[in-house]
Structures are given as structure tokens and as C-alpha cells.
């Protein structure tokens, strides 16, 4: 089944520490984004990659950053700068150019003790 | 910059009643529009989008949502709620990136459905 890959479901760091969060999709989509939800927020964006070895900054990039090393995967590393990093973190992709629908994986819920 | 304003944080409907969750974006050119149904702990589901043409836009689970210019909302509707319909619901509009190309959603804060048996 195509889809996208959230691992793992639940994670849980030390403060200071950074922790990567991964992404995998198999849909042969080339744009990849993450989004952060908090409750009564919505989802705000992180980063986001049209193609390989490409990435923008989103609404909330600062403590994370990402790579784009291969086109099925787009991992996220929460890092010790980001000062609340708890949070219900989730991975989307697209189709490469327009405004195509994102699909959504299931998420990850990163817990900062 | 677009934005989104979901205006009911918390909605509850008893089964079988008739459902309509409240849309509003500012947006300064057309807008691509879309609604996603979000589980417990789970990611996100598209339920419909509006690109263009029809403005009456029919999804999945029997929703549709009505672009309506005039008043910049699109508001979501159901005529008849199913308990399985409890979720949070979130609106988005999308916009392409000014710098660089890219295509960015702006997501609404959400609205918590509630069904009562």
C-alpha cells in the first residue's frame, strides 16, 4: 500500500538532547513538508522540500532543522535551541507543483521531560 | 499573507441532525481550499477541495462544502451527523510561496465535533 511513515508514534527525550523524528513516503511524490500541531493551534508549518537536496523554511523553522538526502525521505531534527519542543509533530507530501492535496502521516507525539 | 479563521472552537450535534462548520480566509487572489478530518492521535484525511469551477464542492463520508466569495468563507456541511463523525475538523487555504516557488497551506485553528447519541 502507498502511503506515508511516521516513526515513532511516541518518543520521548531529555531536555538538551536533540531527537529526530523520521519520515517516509512511497507515493513518488516530490514535495515534502512538517507540521507542528499544539492544541487550539491548528498545524503550522516547519519546513517543506519540492525536490531532493532542496528545503524551505516554514512559519516555525527556528531550533528544527530537516535534510533531503533522498526523495522518499524527509526527516525532521527537533534540537535543544527549540525551546517547547513538545508537541504533536506530522509529515505530509504532494504531488511537485500546484496546490495538490498533502497526505498525511500518522504522526508522531515527541514528549520533552 | 492568507489566513483562516474556524469560528466555533466546539461543536455538538445529536445523530441524524444536520451539520455546518463555519470557514473564513482572507486570501488576496483565488483561493485553493480544503477541508481534512482529523482523528484522535491521528493524522490528517482530506475530505474535499476547491480548486475552481462548481463552487458546490461534494467529498468523502458525505460532506460538501460551498465556496462562497462573496462573504470569502467555505463552510463545510452534512445533512445528517453519523456518531462516527466525531473528530476535529480543520479548514486550509493554499497559497503559492512568494519566494522560491513552493506551495504553503494555512490551517485554521479547528473545530472539535461532538455527536450526542
Known amino acids: 500500500d502507498g502511503g506515508i511513515t511516521q516513526s515513532p508514534k511516541y518518543l520521548f527525550r531529555k531536555e538538551g538532547q536533540n531527537v529526530t523524528l523520521s519520515c517516509e513516503q512511497n507515493?513518488?511524490?516530490?514535495?515534502m513538508y512538517w507540521y507542528r500541531q499544539d492544541p487550539g493551534q491548528g498545524l503550522r508549518l516547519i519546513y517543506y522540500s519540492q525536490i531532493v537536496n532542496d528545503f524551505q523554511k516554514g512559519d516555525i523553522a527556528e531550533g528544527y532543522s530537516v535534510s533531503r538526502e533522498k526523495k522518499e525521505s524527509f526527516p525532521l531534527t527537533v534540537t535543544s535551541a527549540q525551546k517547547n519542543p513538545t508537541a504533536f509533530y506530522l509529515c505530509?507530501?504532494?504531488?511537485?507543483?500546484?496546490?495538490?492535496?498533502?497526505?498525511f502521516g500518522p504522526g508522531t507525539r515527541l514528549t520533552v521531560l | 499573507a492568507q489566513s483562516v479563521t474556524q469560528p466555533d472552537i466546539h461543536i455538538t450535534v445529536s445523530e441524524g441532525a444536520s451539520l455546518e462548520l463555519r470557514c473564513n480566509y482572507s486570501y488576496g487572489a483565488t483561493p485553493y481550499l480544503f477541508w481534512y478530518v482529523q482523528s484522535p492521535g491521528q493524522g490528517l484525511q482530506l475530505l474535499l477541495k476547491?480548486?475552481?469551477?462548481?463552487?458546490l464542492v461534494q467529498g468523502i463520508k458525505g460532506f460538501e462544502a460551498e465556496f462562497k466569495r462573496s462573504q470569502s468563507s467555505f463552510n463545510l456541511r452534512k445533512p445528517s451527523v453519523h456518531w462516527s463523525d466525531a473528530a476535529e475538523y480543520f479548514c486550509?487555504?493554499?497559497?503559492?510561496?512568494?519566494?522560491?516557488?513552493?506551495?504553503?497551506?494555512?490551517f485554521g485553528t479547528g473545530t472539535q465535533l461532538k455527536v450526542e447519541l
Open positions: 476547491y480548486f475552481s469551477g462548481d463552487t
Open positions: 507515493l513518488n511524490h516530490d514535495a
Open positions: 486550509a487555504v493554499g497559497a503559492r510561496g512568494v519566494t522560491g516557488g513552493g506551495n504553503k497551506l494555512t
Open positions: 505530509a507530501s504532494s504531488i511537485l507543483g500546484g496546490l495538490d492535496t498533502q497526505y
